[in-house]
């Protein structure tokens, strides 16, 4: 099956400076890779999804980058604010949702103001 | 107007009991997920289910079912309670034509306390 691994665990960074996540997965036949944002005591909420057949999406202060062939994807966040604190998961799926998503062990993004 | 929606929101029982967490969607999707977060925030599939199929995570013990009456519900049955059930069990669902992922949506979570 599908194994994923993220990382940092935690990241620290000032407040307006970048912050960026790592992920990679390691089934080739995975193709829809969704980012989530979990905020303390909250449900995990889409902020940005890519799928393989496209290298790099964004919106507006974030974007998300794929490399298929070294099988790593990464969630970049620039000009962070206060609000963008919270634990990021990366994930992976394929082929519909039979299997569910294959979630990272998530990222703490603390902001420091 | 809650697109997906779990009751309780906090269920605290005793090791060995039997209980129920519910799971209502009304986005019209055809996918509908349990995931269990446990302490350290992981989250892991347990169950993907449609109208036509359901996967099990190999790794969840046969004393979790999921039951579903309807397209929109998709219920969590665990037996006999132990203490490392205790963890958030998050309920999702996801609109996924002809094998294609779309975004999934979680509902508000149950954190159960197994005591």
């Known amino acids: 099956g599908e194994n994923v691994e993220q990382h940092p665990s935690t990241l620290s960074v000032q407040e307006g400076d970048s912050a960026v996540i790592k992920c990679t997965y390691s089934d080739s036949a995975s193709n829809y890779f969704p980012w989530y944002k979990q905020e303390l005591g909250k449900r995990p909420q889409l902020i940005i999804d890519i799928r393989s057949n496209v290298g790099e999406k964004k919106d507006q202060r974030i974007a998300v980058t794929l490399n298929k062939t070294a099988k790593h994807f990464s969630l970049h966040i620039t000009e962070t604010q206060p609000e963008d604190s919270a634990v990021y998961f990366c994930a992976a799926a394929s082929g519909g949702g039979a299997d569910g998503l294959t979630f990272g062990k998530g990222t703490h993004l603390i902001i420091q103001p | 107007d809650t697109a997906v929606s779990q009751t309780p929101k906090y269920l605290v029982t005793q090791m060995g009991n039997d209980k129920s967490i519910k799971c209502e969607q009304n986005l019209g999707h055809d996918t509908m997920y349990w995931y269990k977060q446990d302490s350290k925030k992981f989250l892991k599939i347990m169950f993907s289910?449609?109208?036509?199929?359901?996967?099990i995570n190999e790794t969840v013990p046969n004393r979790f079912s999921p039951k579903s009456p309807d397209k929109a519900h998709l219920n969590l049955h665990i037996n006999s309670l132990e203490l490392g059930d205790s963890a958030v069990y998050f309920c999702?669902?996801?609109?996924?034509?002809?094998?294609?992922?779309?975004?999934?949506?979680f509902g508000q979570g149950t954190r159960l306390t197994v005591v």
């Open positions: 999702a669902s996801s609109q996924d034509p002809g094998r294609v992922n779309t975004e999934a949506f």
């Open positions: 289910y449609n109208n036509k199929e359901l996967i």
